[in-house]
């Protein structure tokens, strides 16, 4: 590692197998805490590339659990966090709704790490079971076209980076991987991202790991989700392809909203708040999950635009279908019983 080390502080760039074999080593007994430290912050100082994001993916999946190969497509929405934002749990929120329209969601998401509720913590607050073996996890996609992908269960072997993370308390190149590590072979997907320079890194990243189709988006004021304040950027792989467009509130049929808007709190509010959104309740958390739901629902090719994605989105909380799929989701007590 020391010497690869030395090589990124030259500039060297590594190959896909070369950060492939680099990362396999961050996850051995033996490794030295202080150099995969620095090896990160390195990294991340001159950007990592969309070879070294890939080969990252590739040696976590390979410590992955394994889960059943399923005969249907599997679509995942989830950002990189690091936004710090205090925004409720908008991709969370929009996962219930973009299953609801019929795309079969395997949403991966954690525990809070920087901000005040990740994803595992509203669902959590809701009642419902983070915990489901791979088998159970086919089944509900299979049945009810949702299954959430509690992170520890899918990569154990970040348990012992999770110090060297905190101890750095800034993004690393494993934010920008998280959404790259869904145990599912995915053909299309919703990347949020923090910063807009690494859009293009990341849609690079996805069409290597054999994505055909995904949307990375980042709000106004780094808001690693579409925003309704300001300018949206989101980048488009489709096939090899890859293309930049931006959009407003205003050209999808909503209103603009400032940021403060979309304020959130802890796991208790921010499922309050799911829960009114899915109830249809009028307010800029309803308008912002229509956003990204509608991105959502472009990105998994099941809308033309993204503003016919938020149309359908609108239909699936006004159905009740988005609401029917919180109500079905296994419970944290059934489970338990």
Do not use: W
């Not at 990124?8 to 197998?17: C, K, N, P, V």
């Not at 492939?20 to 090896?39: M, N, R, V």
């Not at 959430?148 to 060297?164: E, W």
């Amino acid at each position: 590692m020391k010497a690869t080390y030395e090589r990124i502080l030259e500039g060297d760039y590594l190959s896909r197998l070369e950060m492939k074999q680099l990362a396999g080593q961050f996850f051995e007994a033996d490794a030295e805490e202080k150099l995969i430290k620095d090896i990160l912050l390195a990294l991340h100082a001159r950007q990592e590339t969309a070879e070294e994001l890939a080969g990252v993916v590739d040696a976590l999946m390979e410590r992955a659990t394994s889960y059943p190969t399923v005969p249907f497509p599997v679509f995942d929405m989830c950002g990189t966090g690091g936004d710090q934002s205090g925004s409720f749990n908008i991709s969370t929120t929009a996962a219930f709704v973009t299953s609801g329209a019929g795309v079969r969601v395997a949403k991966h998401g954690n525990r809070s790490i920087s901000s005040r509720s990740g994803s595992a913590d509203v669902l959590a607050a809701l009642g419902l079971e983070l915990t489901v073996t791979p088998v159970e996890s086919a089944h509900l996609l299979e049945t009810t076209g949702l299954t959430f992908l509690f992170a520890p269960d899918v990569h154990p072997a970040m348990r012992v980076l999770q110090p060297i993370r905190k101890a750095i308390g800034k993004p690393t190149l494993f934010n920008l991987i998280g959404p790259l590590a869904n145990p599912y072979p995915l053909t299309h997907q919703l990347i949020g991202v923090y910063r807009e320079d690494y859009q293009q890194t990341l849609a690079e990243a996805a069409r290597l790991l054999g994505r055909k189709r995904a949307v990375i988006v980042t709000g106004e004021g780094c808001l690693d989700e579409a925003s309704l304040d300001g300018t949206t950027r989101y980048t488009v792989l489709h096939d090899s392809e890859i293309m930049t467009h931006t959009l407003t509130a205003e050209q999808v049929g909503l209103s603009p909203l400032p940021r403060e808007a979309i304020a959130g709190g802890d796991a208790e509010q921010n499922a309050h708040i799911l829960r009114a959104v899915l109830n249809g309740e009028p307010s800029a958390y309803l308008d912002t999950t229509l956003l990204n739901s509608g991105l959502a629902l472009f990105a998994a090719g099941a809308a033309s635009s993204v503003k016919e994605g938020i149309e359908t989105a609108r239909e699936s909380i006004q159905s009740g279908k988005a609401l029917h799929q919180l109500l079905h989701y296994p419970t944290a007590v059934e489970v338990t019983s």
